[in-house]
């Protein structure tokens, strides 16, 4: 506290001092305009943009609309097929039978025999396929909320990249200011201005640029939550660093047992397996019961009644069976293997968004903790310097150049680090964003 009250005492003795003085606070982030309204990217907040989005986002719905279908289908599977009802009539001849006698009206009812497990197999398939558009939308739900979370992030990246373009934009401006104040005090300073509104005009184009970025990050994030691209939006803040998170083989099970699109391959592999037994079963007879009457038209009595049983052959088609059987197994075959396969992609995965997630909160406190402060430092050392004369301008503009770039690497940082945070918990399947305590994560607060 005391070495910045003398560099304050020191920047108020030089000429035009307060403009000086309004650098220094620029540097120390202490100085700001008008501020908009913020809002962090709490997890709560994340939360309520998701919920937001689930009511509109066209892929949810139309996998809403497969898993009623799917629903429906189990309650459509039939026990009992529906019977058959056959009316005629007979004639005959002279020399044919008495007509009278046997009756010339014939009737008759055949119903077919839920024998053979074939209408169990075919719900068990049925409940199958339900699970599958289940795992489906669910595996379209994770990636919705990751898709609406990385936006987020990268909307307040956008923007602390827009802040810190702003603040050292406004820096040179003071010390623009404070040169020309230079000149008037008949210190030759032109070199110096030269040098500055150059730096100021680069400044000036890449802060148009990153505007144009952040414009592009609303957009995309509106268009995610089916709002009007033109939507405002407060300025978003990045969250704080995450605490390290281990890795274990817990870690590593929770993924392989919950990553959204391996469940959704595992519920394919039971439909498979139910298609197997679906198939294995048509190769039974269709076993029929039926009855038959007669009766006199001409008085309306009856003469006789007949009980039939009828069932299919299909011996006679075995090795067609046997194909049909053969290709639902291979393609259960198939199924499984993607599955393994898929699962040793998880595995990988899993351990590359853990790396990267590591190294970026390695990175980001790095620069949390030494790089950006070191860097104000700089600054301050080097302004004080160069308002004495111990101090050369490029030294200055080094210093500047540096905590620009400390602040942004910063944000970048913890922005890599919780777009893998939203990477893991996708694949950890984990229900809800502020669940990180599953993963054993615990937020550092926010540091000043």
Known sequence: ??????????????????????????????????????????????????????????????ADARTRAAGSAVQGVRVWEDPMVKVGGVVSSDSGPDLEME????????????????????????EAEEGVSGASRDYQFQLMRRSIVQSALRLALAEREVEVGEEDYALLERMVSFVRERQKAGLDATLDLLRLESEQERRQQALVSKRLERDFERSSLNVLLGRPEDSTWPVFELPAVV?????????????????PRLRMMRRETDRATAGIEVTRRSRF???????????????????????????????????????????????????????????REVRRELFRVWSKLESARREAELYRDRLVPRAELAVTTAMTGWTTGRTMFLEVMDARRMLSEARVMLARAVHEQHQMVTELVTCCGVADLDSLTMLGVEVKPAQP
């Open 103 to 126: 009756g010339d009206l014939v009737y008759e009812v055949e119903q077919s025999l839920p024998l053979f497990g074939k209408a169990r197999a075919m719900r068990r398939e049925a």
């Open 243 to 259: 605490a390290a998170i281990p890795w274990t083989p817990a870690l590593a099970e929770m993924g392989v047992r919950n990553e």
């Open 285 to 343: 007879p269709e076993v029929t019961a039926g009855i038959e009457g007669r009766q006199w038209s001409g008085t309306g009595e009856f003469r006789e009644g007949m009980f039939t049983v009828g069932l299919t052959l299909p011996w006679a088609n075995r090795r067609r069976y046997r194909a049909d059987l053969d290709r639902d197994t291979a393609r259960a075959d198939a199924v499984r293997a993607e599955a393994a396969d898929y699962e």
């Open 1 to 62: 506290m005391a070495t910045d009250q003398l560099m304050k005492i020191s920047f108020w003795k030089q000429p035009a001092g307060v403009c000086l003085a309004l650098a220094w606070a620029v540097t120390s982030g202490s100085l700001h305009g008008a501020e908009s309204p913020r809002q962090p990217l709490s997890p709560a907040f994340l939360t309520q943009l998701v919920v937001e989005a689930e009511g509109r986002h066209p892929g949810l719905r139309a």
